[in-house]
């Protein structure tokens, strides 16, 4: 049987704004007992008085604080971050031809040093992102696939990190976080051992970067 605690939790975790504000001390502790108390009662089945709700939720806070801290991604993890602007991206439907024309793609760039490309494979899609300036170079080799979308006036902030970021849990929700907190709309994110691209419009790289010089400078 469910217990106030583990519904609680359960709401939490599915509202990772929530945690943070709990975390930081934002959050009126008494008005989120009031709120949780309809759900907890409807699972439970039974009335619950909200000073039991708000038992739960000072015990949890110093697990709250002390997850967040531990998740905090502290200032020497990124090495570099760096902006190209000028990108595009375009997504395919997959088909039997479709790796063949990625090769032939690359085959193309092959003397070239100065192009960003990324290729995304999924289940049913292949995208890539690159120069705007290959546009036309893809149209014609991709010709004959099936168009899903295309998107001009995009940019990427790429974030380098020491070869320790895959042993420091929650970098790369911090990273996303600190953006949708000022609603910052991220189109993609790719990423490679030591590298983690953020593909946005144009228009919010300034922004952006200012926030992440910010959150990742913030202990200096």
Do not use: C
């Not at 709401?11 to 945690?19: A, K, M, S, V, Y």
């Not at 170079?137 to 979308?149: D, G, P, S």
């Not at 929700?173 to 590298?195: D, G, M, P, R």
Request: charged fraction near 20%; proline fraction near 3%.
């Amino acid at each position: 049987m469910l217990t106030i605690t583990e519904i609680i939790n359960r709401n939490i975790q599915q509202t990772p704004f929530l945690e943070e504000g709990i975390s930081e001390g934002l959050i009126n502790l008494s008005a989120l007992a009031r709120m949780f108390k309809p759900e907890i009662e409807k699972e439970l089945l039974k009335p619950v008085s909200e000073s039991a709700i708000l038992m739960s939720l000072k015990r949890m806070v110093p697990e709250i604080q002390s997850k967040s801290k531990a998740h905090a991604t502290p200032e020497n993890t990124a090495t570099d971050i760096t902006v190209r602007s000028g990108l595009s991206e375009f997504t395919f439907l997959k088909s039997d031809t479709i790796l063949e024309n990625q090769l032939h793609l690359l085959h193309e760039l092959k003397d070239r040093r100065d192009y960003f490309v990324t290729f995304t494979q999924g289940m049913f899609e292949l995208t890539t992102i690159l120069n705007t300036d290959l546009e036309n170079k893809v149209k014609e080799i991709f010709q004959a696939e099936k168009l899903i979308t295309h998107l001009s006036n995009l940019a990427a902030i790429t974030i380098r990190f020491s070869d320790q970021i895959v042993n420091i849990p929650g970098v790369h929700y911090n990273i996303l976080k600190q953006l949708a907190w000022h609603k910052i709309n991220i189109i993609e994110v790719v990423s490679t051992f030591t590298e983690f691209n953020i593909i946005l419009n144009k228009n919010q790289v300034d922004t952006s970067f200012s926030v992440l010089m910010k959150y990742f400078h913030s202990g200096d």
